[in-house]
């Protein structure tokens, strides 16, 4: 069964850093490319950042450049993101999710999903 | 980047009624749009993907339809599980955008 577990989110103050990991399991980690979608409360949906499968390309959403970092460990089935700088608006549920590829592009599993809560 | 735009933003609907969502695109995007449902206080949940092809699992009555610019979410007879918000997404380039959802009510 394919599962992702993210972790990492809390309370932090505007400036601060945390950074969010992602477990996955039940599937060849080192075969996907992944992705962070955020989340804020009572809004929609938003992209964030990719990462390949090897860990070689990665994008950010110009809303998080220069301050997020998308890594990962294929020997430890994690997915991490790095957020520096923070400021009130990246103040979401952060979830991670696969990137599936046959017959088309799509996010076919996701993790719950981590609260992010940046106040002072 | 690719805006997505879906309407209506909400709906109300009865159980067993036919209900469709629109989803158009900036630009074309051939078909690569796809579908999720999302429940309150739940991730995101793939409904169809490449605009009509239906994920493993999920009920016959949700089917998709369009290409280029403007894509529809078809659900035939509602029942009461399917209450929720829906998004579309495209990705046919990177920022993979998401449109700004429908919530679906009673």
């Known amino acids: 069964e394919v599962q992702l577990v993210e972790s990492g989110g809390g309370l932090v103050q505007p400036g601060e850093s945390l950074r969010l990991s992602c477990a996955a399991s039940?599937?060849?980690?080192?075969?996907?490319?992944m992705h962070w979608v955020r989340q804020a409360p009572g809004k929609g949906l938003e992209y964030v950042s990719a990462?390949?499968?090897?860990?070689?390309?990665?994008y950010y959403a110009n809303s998080v450049k220069g301050r997020f970092t998308i890594s990962r460990d294929n020997s430890k089935n994690t997915l991490y993101l790095q957020m520096g700088s923070l400021r009130a608006e990246d103040m979401a549920v952060y979830y991670c999710?696969?990137?599936?590829?046959?017959?088309?592009?799509?996010?076919?599993?996701w993790g719950q999903g981590t609260l992010v809560t940046v106040s002072s | 980047d690719i805006q997505m735009t879906q309407s209506p933003s909400s709906l109300s609907a009865s159980v067993g009624d036919r209900v469709t969502i629109t989803c158009r695109a900036s630009q074309s995007i051939s078909s690569y749009l796809n579908w999720y449902q999302q429940k309150p206080g739940k991730a995101p949940n793939l409904l169809i993907y490449a605009a009509s092809t239906l994920q493993s699992g999920v009920p016959s009555r949700f089917s998709g339809s369009g290409s280029g610019t403007d894509f529809i979410l078809t659900i035939s007879s509602l029942q009461p599980e399917d209450f929720a918000t829906y998004y579309c997404q495209q990705t046919y380039s990177i920022p993979y955008t998401f449109g700004q959802g429908t919530k679906l009510e009673i």
């Open positions: 999710a696969r990137w599936g590829s046959e017959g088309g592009y799509y996010f076919d599993y």
């Open positions: 990462i390949s499968s090897n860990g070689g390309s990665t």
């Open positions: 039940g599937f060849t980690f080192s075969n996907y490319a």
